[in-house]
């Protein structure tokens, strides 16, 4: 069964370093998501992304991050400078279709420790 | 703001017995809503949906009933089994023309006892 995967499984790094999370979604899907969730708190939204433009952002998703597209393949989400509030859980997500009663698929997660 | 409420944080249940998770929402625009199965070190796992049309959606021993009027949900597992042990989330979501966004509860933790 086609699966998300994402990559690395646990990042650590410094305070004001750059991260960038991997996705690799189903192929045939179309939209793709980002969300977080700090230990202990709900799984939050961050962007979601299609045809190569951001298409919904929440708050949390500011000028230090971003998502980009590569290649036909990876999804990638970009923090430029990290703070040790940015530690959570990111999950890479994605859907077929672009309707609320698609179903999205979920990642395993990638554990970001900032220090 | 919590559009989207899991007031239990967890759940203990008799293996055989039923489980029942509740969720509340505040936004009427939800019109479709989900249950996750999280599992630690995992990524969340769709489990069951159920649009707003609908106010009961079965599949096998999970069942998820919705009532709009109150603005809650639930979720049934019957029997419950050991390998039910996870974190539960109902997320919701409104029909957008595009991106559309899945507001998730903060889970509720099921242990099913042997």
């Known amino acids: 069964e086609p699966e998300v995967t994402q990559t690395p499984s646990h990042q650590v790094t410094q305070m004001g370093q750059e991260v960038i999370l991997r996705c690799v979604p189903i192929s045939n899907h179309l939209y793709f998501y980002w969300y977080r969730q700090i230990l202990g708190q709900k799984v939050e939204f961050l962007v979601s992304f299609y045809n190569n433009e951001i298409s919904e952002k929440s708050e949390i998703f500011d000028d230090q991050f971003s998502v980009e597209r590569p290649d036909g393949s990876n999804f990638t989400l970009k923090i430029r400078s990290t703070k040790l509030e940015d530690s959570a859980m990111y999950f890479c997500?994605?859907?077929?279709?672009?309707?609320?009663?698609?179903?999205?698929?979920f990642g395993p997660g990638t554990r970001l420790t900032v220090l | 703001d919590q559009q989207v409420k899991q007031n239990s944080p967890s759940l203990s249940v008799q293996e055989g017995r039923i489980s029942i998770l509740n969720c509340d929402y505040t936004n009427s625009m939800f019109d479709y809503f989900l249950w996750y199965k999280k599992y630690p070190a995992e990524g969340p796992t769709f489990l069951i949906s159920?649009?707003?049309?609908?106010d009961k959606n079965e599949d096998g021993r999970f069942t998820v009933f919705l009532n709009k009027s109150a603005k809650h949900l639930s979720l049934h597992i019957v029997p419950s089994q050991p390998g039910d042990s996870a974190v539960y989330f109902c997320?919701?979501?409104?029909?957008?023309?595009?991106?559309?966004?899945?507001?998730f509860g903060t889970g509720t933790s099921l242990t099913v006892i042997p």
């Open positions: 159920i649009s707003s049309i609908k």
């Open positions: 997320a919701a979501s409104a029909e957008r023309s595009t991106g559309n966004q899945f507001y």
């Open positions: 997500a994605s859907t077929r279709r672009q309707y609320g009663t698609d179903t999205q698929y």
